[in-house]
Every structure is written in structure tokens, then in C-alpha cells.
């Protein structure tokens, strides 16, 4: 987890202190009138080849004069969050160590060199996050950042911070969202700025209260337009199903996601009012009294029946899965119950959603599949149809994959037709190359619905609207 953490780079900055205690006018002259020399030691790692567009291509920097710009760094200038972008930006993370208390926007608007206003929206959108004590460093830390690291984690100076104490250090080095930007940092809290977080432009696009489906006194069902997160990514909770819904809808407390849908996929989400029912609903998954059925375009035919893989207990898409039984692994069952033949969508469609083409060889029919989905693992459909030869239309992460193992047999080291390895280390470097080479997400839309949701025996049922491939061609 703390290499994942530190995977966009590792600064340590000491910077004059923070005093202003709001946003104010004075906040902002003084930004804009900055002449304070910051120094700083800055560089960059990947922690996984899978987190490397996660990171930015960083130079080591060491001086006592050295001020920290945005114009230095070829970052763009910054103004707001909002209006959100049409165009993509460069993910850019940054880590820091408070060289000296204060508090935490201004702290940040003179290290990173950014306006008060735009950090106050990075805190808005969830993108700031602090741990009383800086996580470890992944193994290609270098030895400044390692040395830092044990400056800052030493047990004598751990010793005297109240915070820390009455905690392990794994407890102190847990992360947790900063959600005012009045809030105090001492010295020697480690913070994470996702200067550039991950945004969702259809938001803006969507008439929400069209989507949905059913408004009862303990939860929402809402049909979830691709695109969206259902309540949001690691680094922004703004742009998501959950907040726009709860602004559609009038409500004055946020609603709360239940269960998830992969961004590219649309339809059924139940989103919660309270607690308790965020509670009970959990409860009836576990329990498997929650029953799913997706649509899936394929763009190859499937048998009916049910379908069994084991998936590699690791988050890292894309997700590896085996028709043998591999111990440690999460099984993985669907049942197609139907599967028919319809046209492929058309090139005009297929823009209007963002919809990839990832090169099918054949692109004249698709197939509708009906699913009942009898485990829940993240990016199961896709990757079981996939591994059938059967890629979900759109899906860039799975269907390219699918494409090269068909030509190749064997490339996927966990494929029908992998080749023998030497040694374990010679499996995982070929499990990293392919997981390097096949994990493009998709811009908008897949060929997924969450058609209908429903629980206690059907007592509680609903149903999405028409999936886009259907009204594209009716």
C-alpha cells in the first residue's frame, strides 16, 4: 500500500509556516507577492509499471534558493477546477513532508507553488489526504527520499510528538482525506496532493433527474450513465453519481453508494439515505440475497450455461484469470442465460459514446448477452468474456488483450494455452509486461448494463432504461 502511496514522487520541503486561518485577501496578496526561497528535494519513481501513468517525469533539485513553479516545472497554469477540462491533463501527484506547522491549504500553496483558490478546490474534490507519519517508502525509493524517511520516522522524534502517541506506527502512518483547508499539520505530517485528479466531463451532460428510477424512504435507485464514477475515485468525490444525484434530487444529506459499477458500465445502482441502510444492504449481498443481470455486446457468440474462472487476487487491472484452479484465487461464476444476434452499433453511435474501436477483426454483428451474475469481483464479465473469446465492444482493456492471445497463444501467462515457465520470477515478469502492455481504460462506454437489481425474492425489482446500443439503433 505505502509504495501505491508514494508512486507519484516524494518531496520533503521547509517552507515558512502557515498563519492565515481563512482564505483572504491578504491569503491571496501574499501568495501573489510570494518572494520566500523554498528549498526542497524532489524526485520521482514508479512504484509498478501499472501506476506509471500515475506519475510525472520529475528532475532532482537540491539548493537553498530554489523556488518551487509551476512555469519551472512545465505544468500548466492553474485557475480552478471548474469548469471541468474537455481536454485530459498529465497526472501529476505530489507527496510532501511539513518541514513546520501550519495550516494545511496555505502550507501547500507555497510548496506546490499553486493559488489558494485552486487548492481549496483539490480539497473540495477529495484530493488532499494526510497521515500523521510519512508511509515507507517503496523499494526504488532513493536514498535521499529513504533518508528523509527515517529523519522524519525516527523513534526519538516520534517521541515527542503528542499525535503519534498511544498509536503503533502503522496506525500513524494511515491515510485520511483532508476536508477543510483550516485544518492544522504539524511537523513532520506526510501529505498527498493529486494536483491533477481524475475527471468526468459527462457529469455536466447528464439530466440526472431523467436517471431515475425509483426515489423510496431509505435509498435511491438510480440508472448510472457511463462515464461516471458511482461515488467517486481515490483523488475526486465531486464529479459522481452519488453528489449529482443528491443535488437532482433536492436532498440535503449526501447519499451514500451501496455497491459498485466499473466507471465504463451503466445502469442499476442503489444508492443509500442513512446508514442503516447502506448497513442491511451490505449484509443482503454477503448473503447473496442481491441478484444482478447484466446486458452484455459481445463480439463473439457464447453458449448458455454457466461459466467458472479463478481471478488473480490482486488489484492491478487488467485482471488475470485461469480456467484451472489456482490456490489463493477468487472464484468466478456467471450464467449467460441467453445470447442473440443484433448489429454491430455504428460508427456514429459508437462516437457518440466514446465507444473504442479496438480493432475486432469483424465488425458486422454483435451478440447480446443476458447475465446472471452469481460472484461479484471487479471487472469479472469483462474479463471471463474476454478470456471466452468473447471481449465486451469498446472494452480497450480486455478486447486488445483477447485479440493478441488469439493471434499468439500463449502470450497471456495465465491463458488457455500458456507456455511452461522456468521459475516463478520468470511467470511474474511476464505477468507484469502483459499487464503493461493490455490496461488501457476505456474513454466512456463498454458494451456493459446493469439491467435489473433486485432483492428478497424479488420483493424489491427494478429494471434500467434501454441500454445505449439499443436506442442508438432504434
Not at 502511496?5 to 498563519?19: I, K, M, V, W
Not at 466507471?263 to 441502510?277: D, I, P, Q, R, W
Not at 444482478?292 to 457468440?301: D, H, I, W
Not at 443484433?342 to 443476458?370: F, H, L, M, R
Amino acid at each position: 500500500m505505502a509504495s501505491m502511496l508514494l508512486a507519484g514522487g516524494y518531496r520533503s520541503f521547509a517552507g515558512p509556516a502557515a498563519r492565515a486561518l481563512v482564505i483572504t485577501r491578504e491569503v491571496l496578496n501574499k501568495h501573489r507577492n510570494k518572494h520566500a526561497a523554498i528549498w526542497h528535494c524532489r524526485s520521482s519513481y514508479n512504484s509498478s509499471t501499472a501506476l506509471a501513468a500515475e506519475t510525472e517525469t520529475s528532475r532532482i533539485v537540491a539548493g537553498n534558493t530554489t523556488v518551487a513553479s509551476s512555469s519551472s516545472n512545465s505544468f500548466p497554469k492553474y485557475d480552478r477546477l471548474l469548469p471541468c477540462p474537455s481536454q485530459k491533463t498529465t497526472p501529476r501527484i505530489e507527496h510532501l513532508v511539513v518541514s513546520k506547522g501550519g495550516l494545511v491549504l496555505e502550507y501547500i500553496c507555497e510548496a506546490l507553488d499553486l493559488p489558494p483558490l485552486f487548492v481549496a478546490d483539490l480539497i473540495r474534490f477529495g484530493a488532499v489526504y494526510y497521515a500523521l507519519v510519512c508511509p515507507q517508502p517503496p523499494p526504488t525509493a532513493t536514498e535521499e527520499e529513504i533518508r528523509i524517511f527515517r529523519r522524519v520516522t525516527d523513534p526519538l522524534v516520534l517521541r515527542k510528538r503528542e499525535s503519534v502517541k498511544g498509536k503503533t506506527l502503522r496506525e500513524a502512518q494511515k491515510t485520511f482525506r483532508v476536508t477543510n483547508g483550516d485544518q492544522f499539520v504539524e511537523e513532520g505530517t506526510y501529505l498527498r496532493v493529486h494536483v491533477h485528479p481524475k475527471r468526468f466531463p459527462r457529469c455536466y451532460e447528464i439530466d440526472w433527474r431523467s436517471r431515475i428510477i425509483a426515489v423510496e424512504e431509505s435509498y435511491v435507485v438510480l440508472d448510472k450513465p457511463a462515464g461516471i464514477s458511482v461515488g467517486g475515485t481515490t483523488d475526486n468525490i465531486e464529479e459522481s453519481c452519488a453528489t449529482f444525484a443528491t443535488r437532482a434530487l433536492g436532498l440535503t444529506t449526501p447519499l451514500m453508494t451501496t455497491h459498485q459499477i466499473d466507471n465504463c458500465t451503466e445502469g442499476c445502482v442503489v444508492l443509500a439515505k442513512t446508514k442503516e441502510f447502506c448497513s442491511i444492504f451490505h449484509g443482503k449481498i454477503r448473503d447473496k440475497k442481491v441478484r444482478k443481470l447484466y446486458l452484455a455486446l459481445t463480439a463473439s457468440p457464447l453458449t448458455t450455461g454457466i461459466i467458472t474462472h479463478y481471478m488473480r487476487p490482486i488489484r492491478m487491472a487488467p485482471r488475470l484469470i485461469s480456467e484451472d484452479f489456482i490456490k489463493g484465487w477468487h472464484r468466478c461464476q456467471l450464467e449467460v442465460i441467453d445470447c442473440r444476434k443484433v448489429p454491430w452499433p455504428t460508427t456514429n453511435i459508437q462516437d457518440k459514446y466514446c465507444v473504442e474501436n479496438c480493432g475486432w477483426p469483424s465488425q458486422d454483428y454483435a451478440y447480446e448477452c443476458t447475465i446472471n451474475l452469481l460472484t461479484g469481483k471487479t471487472h469479472q464479465i469483462r474479463a471471463q468474456f474476454a478470456a471466452c473469446k468473447a471481449p465486451l465492444i469498446g472494452d480497450s482493456m480486455y478486447m486488445a488483450a483477447a485479440i493478441a492471445e488469439m493471434t499468439n497463444p500463449g502470450l497471456n501467462p495465465f491463458g488457455k494455452y500458456n507456455k511452461d515457465f522456468s521459475s516463478e520470477c520468470e511467470r511474474e515478469t511476464a505477468v507484469i509486461n502483459w499487464i503493461a502492455q493490455y490496461g488501457k481504460e476505456p474513454s466512456v462506454a463498454i458494451g456493459l448494463q446493469a439491467y435489473q437489481i433486485s432483492w428478497d425474492d424479488g420483493e424489491h425489482s427494478y429494471k434500467a432504461g434501454s441500454p445505449w446500443w439499443r436506442c442508438a439503433t432504434a
